[in-house]
Nanobody, 120 residues
Framework: QVQLVESGGGLVQSGGSRRLSCAAS????????MGWYRQAPGKQRELVAA???????NYADSVKGRFTISRDNPKNRVYLQMNGLKPEDTAVYYC??????????????WGQGTQVTVSS
């Protein structure tokens, strides 16, 4: 059974920092691309940051320079360090694990989400 469990959300003041953590189980963590997505009220879910099995990262333009994604394969964890938080960062943040095999089979798993609220 695959589980992705996020933690670290909460209320933070504008300009503050927060570190999200996602603990994965039931998958071979090291071979998955791990991502953080977010969904604000009335908006579509969007990619915030992702890190591949090889450690390559990509970020949404809106968070570049403020957020950092990292992974700890021995601990089966992925992190999102969020600095310089803005009210527009307020959303439910979701952890995602995904991969596509060489023959095209895909796996895609989601956590339950953690709320981040940035007060102005």
């Amino acid at each position: 059974q695959v589980q992705l469990v996020e933690s670290g959300g909460g209320l933070v003041q504008s300009g503050g920092s927060r570190r999200l953590s996602c603990a994965a189980s039931g998958i071979t963590f090291s071979i998955y691309t791990m991502g953080w997505y977010r969904q604000a009220p009335g908006k579509q879910r969007e990619l915030v940051a992702a890190i591949t099995s090889g450690g390559s990262t990509n970020y949404a333009d809106s968070v570049k320079g403020r957020f950092t994604i990292s992974r700890d394969n021995p601990k089966n964890r992925v992190y999102l360090q969020m600095n310089g938080l803005k009210p527009e960062d307020t959303a439910v943040y979701y952890c995602n694990a995904g991969r596509t095999t060489s023959w095209g089979a895909t796996s895609d798993y989601w956590g339950q989400g953690t709320q981040v609220t940035v007060s102005s």
